[in-house]
């Protein structure tokens, strides 16, 4: 996903230490994953003192709690504001959300790591927990408001309860293929993944979602 800086960089020369101290839990969590990432080991990127982190934040877990807040928030905001341009072009606006999905940056395995080690959190931290829930509801609804405009322009009336089904399957389609990708590339190509999605909204929907220009 396109961004103002590479997630896994680390500006040594904020004066925002909160922000300094989630970058390098970040960049952390991208090479050494949960089990390796420590306070010592946070506090060795951000090249700082031990003890200055711990004066922001009391101890590993909450500070992977707020990067997990972070990158959430982020690339929420990062998608909303990609559909948004797209906003009377909903079948467009779709199309930019696949491609997104299979971008470069985005099958990173770093990118992996680090997600696997918020989901993990997920199951045992209830704020967390209520992250990923409010998060996931918004893809869910910008999806569904996308298929209920482009049904209407195409003059179509689909049932709402139709319409959050076909999101909450586009949505895991998405999801599955992003991770079985980045576990073992040699499955299919990002090409195919697309062209995958693309059927299965066909299929399900009888919308037909353009091919992306560039090539993933």
Not at 31 to 49: C, D, M, N, S
Not at 73 to 92: S, V
Request: aromatic letters at 12%; charged letters at 25%; hydrophobic letters at 40%.
């Amino acid at each position: 996903m396109t961004r103002s800086k590479n997630i896994f960089s680390v500006d040594h020369t904020t004066d925002d230490k909160k922000q300094l101290f989630i970058d390098a839990t970040i960049a952390s969590l991208s090479e050494h994953g949960y089990k390796g990432t420590t306070v010592r080991k946070i506090a060795e990127i951000a090249k700082v003192a031990p003890g200055l982190l711990t004066h922001y934040y009391s101890g590993k877990e909450v500070l992977i709690a707020e990067s997990y807040r972070y990158m959430t928030k982020k690339f929420l905001g990062i998608f909303q504001e990609r559909i948004a341009e797209k906003k009377n072009k909903p079948l467009e606006a779709l199309q930019i959300f696949f491609f997104k999905t299979f971008e470069k940056d985005n099958l990173d395995p770093k990118v992996l790591r680090v997600w696997l080690a918020f989901w993990s959190l997920t199951l045992l931290h209830k704020e967390l927990s209520h992250i990923h829930k409010e998060t996931y509801q918004e893809y869910i609804t910008s999806i569904e408001d996308m298929l209920t405009e482009a049904y209407s322009m195409e003059g179509r009336s689909v049932d709402p309860e139709v319409i959050k089904a076909q999101a909450i399957g586009i949505n895991a389609i998405l999801d599955g293929l992003w991770l079985e990708w980045c576990l073992n590339p040699e499955t299919f190509s990002p090409a195919e993944g697309l062209q995958i999605v693309r059927g299965f909204v066909a299929k399900v929907t009888g919308l037909e979602v353009p091919e992306y220009e560039a090539t993933p």
